[in-house]
């Protein structure tokens, strides 16, 4: 039973343009959400959180918001440039469980 | 250095040996944290620690998984009697004061084991 699913596992986006990644959960008592970038061979880099009592939170050209009735969290990339290209995960957390993550997906900048 | 290191980078292993993998947290974090990353899997959570707290072992598939962390710092990862579904990415990651708002995991390159 996957909790975190970010259902495309890649995107391309031309360099400039913004990038939208997605991600939907499934349970409702989640009041942490957090993305994750991971380069090849490296261990994912916290990107960007957001606590259930926002919708929004915004950090320099990243920002990501959160749709509690949809259940669904985006992350906003704009604008997009070629070293964003690597993999993002979204995860998330109830009070002090675990973090649980989704699978990720692949995005990549074409310059 | 000053991120969180582990080793061996890649490890090879015959199916039914015993592995163990090494996590070098950063200095002064007192939480630590073992996940795993299959092919095409997001990261699953295996175990862990928080000061002088008993582990949070939920997160172990198997009784083969078992996880030290020795005088609040350096943690050992060991897989006994390993099959080919222990074939993984084992990432190992420490925050500053453990779970809780606002907390922020910093994790290490990863552990590639192939068990053939």
């Known amino acids: 039973d996957q909790q975190v699913k970010q259902n495309s596992p890649s995107l391309s986006v031309q360099e400039g343009r913004i990038s939208i990644l997605n991600c939907d959960y499934t349970?409702?008592?989640?009041?942490?959400f957090l993305w994750y970038k991971k380069y090849p061979a490296e261990g994912p880099t916290f990107l960007i959180s957001?606590?259930?009592?926002?919708d929004k939170n915004e950090d320099g050209r990243f920002t990501v918001f959160l749709n509690k009735s949809a259940k669904h969290l985006s992350l906003h990339i704009v604008p997009s440039q070629p070293g964003d290209s690597a993999v993002y995960f979204c995860?998330?957390?109830?009070?002090?469980?675990?973090?649980?993550f989704g699978k990720g997906t692949r995005l990549s900048v074409i310059a | 250095g000053a991120g969180v290191s582990q080793s061996p980078s890649n490890k090879v292993t015959e199916k039914g040996k015993d592995v163990e993998l090494r996590c070098d947290p950063i200095?002064?974090?007192?939480?630590l944290y073992w996940y795993r990353q299959s092919l095409g899997q997001g990261l699953e959570f295996l175990i862990y620690?928080?000061?002088?707290?008993?582990?949070?072992k939920s997160g172990l598939p198997s009784d083969r998984f078992s996880a030290e962390r020795t005088g609040g710092s350096v943690s050992t990862l060991t897989i006994q009697r390993t099959q080919q579904e222990d074939s993984a990415v084992y990432l190992c990651?420490?925050?500053?004061?453990?779970?809780?708002?606002?907390?922020?995991?910093?994790f290490g390159p990863g552990t590639r084991l192939l068990v053939l």
């Open positions: 990651a420490s925050s500053l004061y453990g779970r809780g708002v606002g907390e922020t995991q910093y």
């Open positions: 349970n409702s008592m989640f009041d942490y």
């Open positions: 957001i606590s259930s009592i926002k």
């Open positions: 995860a998330a957390r109830v009070g002090n469980t675990p973090l649980v």
């Open positions: 200095s002064g974090h007192t939480a």
């Open positions: 620690f928080q000061g002088n707290s008993a582990p949070d």
